[in-house]
């Protein structure tokens, strides 16, 4: 197998890295070449276009993208012949392949969940994509991955101040109530997911990797109303998310995502950029 990567920032570096670590013959160029003689590429930052995808698609090739910049009116269409296809695709959120994701949905398992919300805290992107759409694309594929791809999203406030440096999104997954936070003012990073249920509330620290669990010791409910409760931290076997996702991208057959859900995290991202952003 042949890849390119097309970019020239962090991630750009990273995929380059990786797939050259995963005995992949790989190159980096900055724009997306004239011709396109490889089996897959991998965009990252401005490149992040469409009109890339869709022409790389359209080419024969595998498509991984850490983030999509709506520069087209068909959201989805490329999607759709990715399909058709049989060609892998891939956008947007990384945090979906975090060890630390797979495992709080098993503890979430049975849980009447009927509350969300997501923390995005870090220092200011190099990228041009708008700080709320990247958030969207980001935040409601790992929320909508965590609470199950059937539920429907609704965007139903969007709060921001006039450079989009912080923002905050309140929705409707299904019938739970959600909200994404997120900021460029910090210099520090940080990815968080608070799970709301009914016995008990979980934390998932994505960027350590770690899950904190505060739950009823009792299935009396009436103890659980006179507060006792226990804390308990789950320590998850730590690996790059980024690294397991190129790893199935790669060497695994089929897509890594259901073409379904990605088509739906287009929709909604899309929604929200047209209804808050234009």
């Known amino acids: 197998m042949k890849a390119v990567v097309v970019g020239t920032d962090y991630f750009a570096d990273r995929f380059l890295y990786l797939i050259k670590n995963m005995g992949v013959h ?24 469409m009109r890339n995808i869709s022409r790389s698609l359209k080419e024969g090739l ?10 087209s ?8 012949y990715a399909k058709r296809r049989g060609l892998k695709l891939y956008l947007g959120s990384f945090d979906i392949f975090n060890p ?8 979430l398992k049975n849980q009447d969940i009927f509350g969300v ?32 791809d059937k ?17 905050t999104l309140v929705l409707k997954i299904g019938d739970v109530d959600g909200v994404i936070y997120a900021s460029n003012k910090n210099r520090y990073k940080e990815r968080t997911v608070d799970v709301f ?26 103890l659980c109303e006179a507060g006792v409760w226990s804390f308990r931290r789950y320590y998850v076997k730590k690996e ?7 790893r199935d991208f790669l060497e695994k057959d089929g897509n890594p995502l259901d073409y379904g859900f990605i088509k739906g995290v287009l929709r909604t991202t899309f929604e929200v950029k047209r209804k808050f952003l234009e």
């Open 26 to 49: 790989a190159e980096r160029v900055s724009k997306i070449p004239a011709k396109l003689d490889f089996d897959a590429v991998f965009f990252s930052g401005a490149a992040c276009t």
């Open 197 to 222: 249920c009914r016995s008990m509330r979980a934390r998932v620290d994505i960027t350590r990797q770690e899950i904190y669990v505060l739950d009823s010791r009792n299935s009396d409910i009436n």
């Open 62 to 71: 595998h498509v991984f993208s850490e983030q999509i910049l709506f520069d």
């Open 240 to 246: 790059e998310p980024l690294k397991v996702l190129i």
């Open 151 to 167: 539920r429907p999203v609704e965007i139903q406030a969007c709060f921001s101040d006039k450079a989009h440096s912080q923002c």
């Open 73 to 80: 009116g068909d959201v989805t269409g490329f999607v759709d």
């Open 100 to 107: 630390v994701v797979r495992q709080v949905m098993e503890l």
């Open 117 to 148: 919300r997501l923390d995005r805290i870090g220092p200011v992107s190099h990228s041009n994509i708008n700080l709320i759409e990247d958030s969207v694309l980001h935040g409601i594929g790992t929320l909508r991955y965590i609470l199950g």
